[in-house]
C-alpha cells in the first residue's frame, strides 16, 4: 500500500508539471493482449494515438484498424478528438482485421516484460482514456474489482460457446460471421441448435439459469455485432434470465416437450410500456382547468370555426383528455367527446407532441428514410424469395421517374410504404395461437396495416362495412396505389383524416395515433409497431415485451 501511494503521488506530480508546461499531454491506458502500458500523445488525433501505440508497443504500423467506444459505435478521425477530450470518455476498443492478429500478437507478446497487467489474450486492444488536467483521482483496478470479474465471465463464456462451436456445422458459422459481420436466419438456428446441444450434454435438459446466461452472454463475445444496444446486457434475445424467454429458451423447451420433461416456469417482471401506459406527460400546462372549464372548452370547440382557436383549447384541455383515455370506461368516448379530431388536421401530431416532447415526436420522420431504410431492405433481399417480397423489393428500390413508366410499378405501393411493409416479413406476426387463424403471412398482416381505396370511392360505405371494432390502421385514397393523394386513420369506424399526404408522414402519424387514443397494437401487427417504438423512436425501452426477433433485427440494423 505504501509503495501504491507513492506511485499515486509521483503520478499526479507528474501530470501537474505537465500543465505548467502550458501544453496539456494526455495518456492513454493501452492493452494489447498481456501487455499494458500508457501512450502519450500532445494532439488528440487518431493518426496521432495510434501511431504512438504502435511505437510504444513496438508493433509495424497496420492499417484496417478501428477504434469503438463502450456502446459499440466506431470512433473515426473525425471525432476522436472531441471524445478524447471527454472527461469521462471511457473504456475504448480497437479491432484489426483478421490478417493482423498473428503479426499484432507476436509483436505484443516481445513487450510482455514492461505490462503493468495481464490480458484475455484476445485479438483487440482496450483503451481509457486518462486526462493529465482532469482533477480525477487514478484508481488502478485490483483483480477482483468487479469490472475484472466481468471480464473474466465474459472470457469465460465466450471460450464456452467457443469449444460448443467445434462441433460439426459451427466452423461454417464462424467463418459467416467474419465475412458478413452477421448471420443469417438459418445459420442463427443451428448456432442456437448446436449450443443446446452443447448445454444439455453438460447438464441436462433443465440448465440452470447462470449457465443458460452463460452461453447467451458468450455468443455476443465471440459475436459482438450480434448485440442487442438497447438491451439490458445486450443478449435477452438469446436467453432472458427475467422472463425466460430467448431462442436458447425456445430451443430448450422444444426438447423438453420432446422428452416429456417438465420444468417450472421462470418469474416474469412487470412490464409498464405501450400505448395505454401511464406516464408523464412532457406538457405541463401553465394552470389546471377546472371540470367546469374543460366543458367550457369543450362546447366552445365543438362550433368553433378558427383552426388557430380549436387547436389551443385542445392543448388547454390535453389533461382531462388523457385522463379519459387512461380510463378503462371512458377511453372509448374520447373521440365522442372531442370530435374535432375528425375534421381539424394535426391533433394527432399535437396530442404526441404534448406528451413526449418534440424530439421524441421527430425521429421516425429523421431516422427512417437516413438510417433504416435502405438497411430494412438489404436484409430483406437476403430473406427467401418470394412473389409478394420480389414485388415489394422492385417498388422500393424504384425512382419517382420509373413508378410512371412501370406500369408493374404502378399496381404496389411507393418506395416508402413498401420498405415500411418490409419489416412484416423482416419481423413476421407471430402465431395467433390454436383458437385463433394460426400462423399469419406478411401479406395477411399488411391488410390490416393499410388499405387502398380508389378515388371516387365512398369512404363511408367502407365504413359501414366493417363488422366489429378494429385497432388504428391506415385508409389509402388515390388513383393508384404508387400515388395516394389522401390519407386516413380508421379507428372504431371513426374516421381521421391524417395531415400528412406522404406514406412516411401518414404512417408516423397511425404509429402516434395508438398514444394519442391509447390503443394497443393490432396483434398481426404487435412486433412490427413494437419495433419501431423501441428502435426508432426510443419509446419505453426495457418496458415492454419484445420477441427475440424484434431484439436479433435491431442488432442487424445497428450495428
Known amino acids: ?132 488536467n482532469s482533477d480525477d483521482t487514478i484508481i488502478l483496478e485490483e483483480s477482483d474489482s468487479p469490472p475484472r470479474k466481468r471480464q473474466r465471465a465474459d472470457e469465460e463464456a465466450k471460450r464456452v460457446v467457443e469449444l460448443a462451436l467445434r462441433r460439426p456445422g459451427g466452423d461454417r458459422i464462424i467463418k459467416e460471421y467474419h465475412r458478413t459481420k452477421s448471420l443469417t436466419d438459418s445459420s442463427r438456428r443451428q448456432m442456437v441448435n448446436i449450443l443446446v446441444a452443447d448445454m444439455t450434454e453438460a447438464h441436462g435438459t433443465a440448465p440452470p439459469r447462470n449457465v443458460r446466461e452463460m452461453y447467451a452472454r458468450g455468443i455476443v463475445q465471440l459475436f459482438p455485432y450480434l448485440m442487442d444496444p438497447y438491451s439490458k446486457n445486450g443478449y435477452e434475445h438469446f436467453y432472458d434470465g427475467e422472463s425466460g424467454s430467448g431462442y436458447l429458451a425456445w430451443r430448450l423447451k422444444t426438447i423438453q416437450r420432446k422428452s416429456a420433461s417438465s420444468e417450472s416456469r421462470g418469474s416474469s417482471r412487470q412490464l409498464t410500456g405501450g400505448p ?47 385522463s379519459m383515455v387512461l380510463d378503462v370506461e371512458k377511453s372509448s368516448d374520447v373521440l365522442t367527446e372531442f370530435p374535432r379530431f375528425k375534421d381539424v388536421k394535426g391533433l394527432i401530431e399535437q396530442d404526441f407532441v404534448l406528451q413526449f416532447g418534440e424530439d421524441v415526436a421527430a425521429r421516425f420522420m429523421e431516422r427512417w428514410p437516413t438510417t433504416f431504410k435502405q438497411k430494412v431492405i438489404q436484409q430483406c433481399k437476403a430473406l427467401p424469395s418470394t412473389s409478394d417480397l420480389d414485388e415489394l423489393i422492385h417498388c422500393a428500390e424504384a425512382t419517382p421517374d420509373e413508378e410512371e413508366i412501370d406500369d408493374t410499378l404502378t399496381l404496389g405501393w411507393d418506395s416508402d410504404l413498401s420498405s415500411i411493409i418490409f419489416l412484416l416479413h423482416l419481423i413476421p406476426p407471430s402465431a395467433q395461437g390454436r383458437r385463433r387463424p394460426g400462423k399469419v403471412s406478411a401479406a395477411q398482416a399488411e391488410k390490416h396495416l393499410v388499405v387502398f381505396k380508389k378515388s371516387g370511392t365512398s369512404i363511408q360505405e367502407h365504413v359501414d362495412a366493417i363488422k366489429c371494432t378494429t385497432q388504428p390502421y391506415l385508409l389509402a385514397v388515390g388513383m393508384k396505389r404508387s400515388t395516394i393523394h389522401e390519407f386516413f386513420i380508421i379507428l372504431d369506424k371513426q374516421v381521421i383524416p391524417c395531415k400528412s399526404s406522404s406514406t412516411l408522414g401518414a404512417f408516423d402519424e397511425l404509429f402516434k395515433a395508438h398514444f394519442v387514443f391509447g390503443t394497443m397494437y393490432n396483434q398481426m401487427l404487435h412486433n412490427m409497431f413494437t419495433f419501431i417504438q423501441t428502435t426508432i423512436y426510443n419509446i419505453d425501452i426495457g418496458q415492454v415485451h419484445e420477441s427475440p426477433r424484434v431484439a436479433e433485427v435491431r442488432a442487424r440494423l445497428l450495428h
Open 276 to 322: 395505454a401506459a401511464r406516464r408523464e406527460a412532457s406538457f405541463s400546462p401553465e394552470m389546471t382547468l377546472s371540470e367546469e372549464q374543460c366543458k367550457e372548452a369543450m362546447a366552445l370547440m365543438r362550433y368553433c370555426t378558427d383552426e388557430a382557436t380549436i387547436k389551443q383549447k385542445m392543448k388547454m384541455t390535453f389533461q382531462h383528455r388523457r
Open 1 to 132: 500500500m505504501h509503495i501504491f501511494s507513492l506511485f499515486l503521488f509521483y503520478f499526479r506530480l507528474f501530470c501537474n508539471v505537465l500543465l505548467c508546461s502550458g501544453d496539456t499531454i494526455m495518456l492513454i491506458k493501452t492493452r494489447i493482449y498481456n501487455t499494458q502500458k500508457y501512450v502519450k500523445i500532445k494532439e488528440p488525433s487518431l493518426e496521432e494515438f495510434l501511431n504512438s501505440a504502435f511505437l510504444k508497443f513496438s508493433v509495424p504500423p497496420v492499417n484496417g484498424v478501428k477504434v469503438f467506444d463502450e456502446t459499440g459505435t466506431e470512433v473515426d478521425a473525425e471525432v476522436f478528438s472531441d471524445i478524447a477530450q471527454q472527461p469521462n470518455t471511457g473504456i475504448l476498443t480497437i479491432k484489426f482485421d483478421d490478417d493482423l492478429k498473428e503479426t499484432l500478437h507476436s509483436s505484443s507478446q516481445e513487450a510482455n516484460s514492461s505490462a503493468l497487467s495481464t490480458g484475455s489474450g484476445d485479438d483487440t486492444v482496450i483503451l481509457e482514456i486518462v486526462s493529465c
